[in-house]
């Protein structure tokens, strides 16, 4: 069993930048892929951000591509999200979760095992 739990969410102006970190525990994350998702109120899942299990691949949606960084840390069974030029539509609560693979996959919300429990981020204009 993998624990998440995130950390970094807050209040930022509009143009601000928040780094999220996801922590993981029980066991290494090192042979697992990793993603941040992202869900507004009454609103899907959405996958914003994944990396696979060496950071050598990397996905970014179309809505946080050139504003959103993901890395990982595998020493130290952390994940980040690095974010910047935050916009009030980024205003939602983002999850890390891991999935039970080397790769990315489809991106689907399905495909990943572990969750965390939230992070709320706010950006105001």
């Known amino acids: 069993q993998v624990q998440l739990v995130e950390s970094g969410g807050g209040l930022v102006q509009a143009g601000g930048s928040l780094r999220l970190s996801c922590a993981a525990s029980g066991r290494t994350i090192s042979r697992n892929a990793m993603g941040w998702f992202r869900q507004a109120p009454g609103k899907e899942r959405d996958l914003v951000a994944a990396?696979?299990?060496?950071?050598?691949?990397?996905y970014y949606s179309e809505v946080v591509k050139g504003r959103f960084t993901i890395s990982r840390d595998n020493a130290k069974g952390t994940v980040y999200l690095q974010m910047n030029s935050l916009k009030p539509e980024d205003t939602v609560v983002y999850y890390c979760?891991?999935?039970?693979?080397?790769?990315?996959?489809?991106?689907?919300?399905?495909?990943?095992?572990?969750w965390g429990q939230g992070t709320q981020v706010t950006v105001s204009s």
């Open positions: 990396i696979n299990f060496n950071g050598g691949i990397r």
């Open positions: 979760a891991a999935r039970s693979s080397l790769l990315l996959g489809n991106r689907r919300e399905d495909e990943y095992t572990y």
